[in-house]
């Protein structure tokens, strides 16, 4: 039976449908399956999906959100009403000024068939271009108050930034609903003392923790360094994957006798943070597990303990996202 916890929901991230560099996308072996996927989302009721215009590589940049416009062009009307699509925009180079944004919006509703319901800033340009964000985000801004879209999130911002743009959007009327940082038990900066939850509690914006398997590392079998994944991520798992150890055993011993194993572990911790995981799913039985994790929740002692595992000097982390702000 569902828990009646005020904890966050759980979420679907979307990065893997279409990315063949990091996640070995191939159009006519996974989209049947993706297509499967998205029906039992709806099906177990996990109807948050992240998505981004620059999710697809090469010639197939945009396909994440097109083919989430495609799927959700055939759910049932009920389904459709209860959907929440989001996507995030990136502000390359030359998406400049409070017009920098209307082409990408444009093309990214026209890609999900007019299903989008919140738009992000995909990242903060505060490490290399300070002055280019604000004038975006007013854009995201004026889209909200036009009716375009139905609210407005950010995404790879620190704490001081996040103040700076809510006040900026609050002079403007147009609340910051979400803020997506990497959050997991190898990423737990945004939970530490002075972290970036602390100002989303304060200022009433919710915080969805992207990531939040590690890229599959704490979701994989039982000795991670072995049968890693081709390509760069295969690089981290046998980097970090001899370091946590004590942190799956942990989580195995958590998981005994709960529905989700080690994958519910890892959400149900950034749940008890106060956080949406918004985990990449790319399989039906995936989606089980992961709308498994929905049907409990850890203890206050349990969080503690793998927050002392996770904070504790020297532990494992992934790397930091290089436009994460300050
Ligand atoms: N805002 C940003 O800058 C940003 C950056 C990164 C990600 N994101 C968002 O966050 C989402 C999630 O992050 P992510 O995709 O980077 O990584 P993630 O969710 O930490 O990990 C995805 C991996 O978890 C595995 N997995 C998922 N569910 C599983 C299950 N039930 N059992 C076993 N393994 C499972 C998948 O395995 P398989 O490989 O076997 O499928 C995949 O390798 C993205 O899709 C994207 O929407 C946002």
């Not at 039976?1 to 072996?29: C, D, H, K």
């Not at 759910?75 to 180079?93: D, E, M, V």
């Amino acid at each position: 039976m569902a828990s009646q916890s005020r904890q966050p929901g759980i979420g679907v991230g979307t990065w893997a449908w279409g990315n063949q560099f990091l996640w070995g996308y191939a159009p006519e072996r996974d989209d049947p399956r993706l297509a499967a996927t998205f029906a039992r989302c709806l099906e177990r009721d996990l109807l948050f999906f992240d998505t981004a215009d620059s999710y697809g590589t090469g010639r197939l940049n945009g396909r994440s959100e097109t083919l989430l416009g495609q799927f959700a062009a055939a759910a049932s009307p009920l389904h459709q009403g209860r959907l929440c699509i989001a996507t995030k925009l990136a502000p390359f180079p030359w998406r400049l000024g409070r017009q920098g944004y209307r082409r990408a919006f444009a093309a990214s509703r026209a890609r999900l068939q007019g299903r989008l319901h919140r738009v992000q800033l995909h990242w903060s340009t505060a490490r290399y271009a300070p002055w280019q964000e604000g004038p975006l985000v007013d854009g995201l801004a004026d889209l909200v108050r036009e009716g375009a879209v139905a609210s407005l999130g950010v995404s790879n911002v620190g704490p001081e930034r996040l103040r700076q743009l809510q006040r900026r959007l609050a002079d403007q009327g147009v609340p910051i609903r979400s803020l997506q940082v990497q959050l997991s038990l190898l990423a737990p900066q945004p939970i530490q003392s002075g972290g970036v939850a602390e100002v989303c509690r304060e200022l009433g914006i919710a915080l969805i923790a992207y990531s939040p398997l590690a890229l599959g590392l704490l979701s994989r079998g039982d000795d991670p360094s072995q049968g890693a994944p081709a390509g760069p991520r295969g690089a981290l798992f046998r980097r970090l994957g001899p370091k946590i150890r004590p942190l799956r055993q942990a989580m195995a011993e958590l998981a005994q006798g709960r529905p989700g194993g080690r994958v519910a572990v890892a959400l149900n911790w950034c749940r008890a943070h106060g956080a949406m995981p918004i985990p990449g799913l790319r399989s039906p039985e995936q989606v089980d597990q992961t709308a498994d994790a929905l049907s409990w929740e850890l203890s206050p002692a349990e969080r503690e303990r793998l927050d002392a595992l996770v904070l504790a000097e020297g532990a494992a982390r992934m790397p930091a996202n290089p436009f994460q702000s300050a």
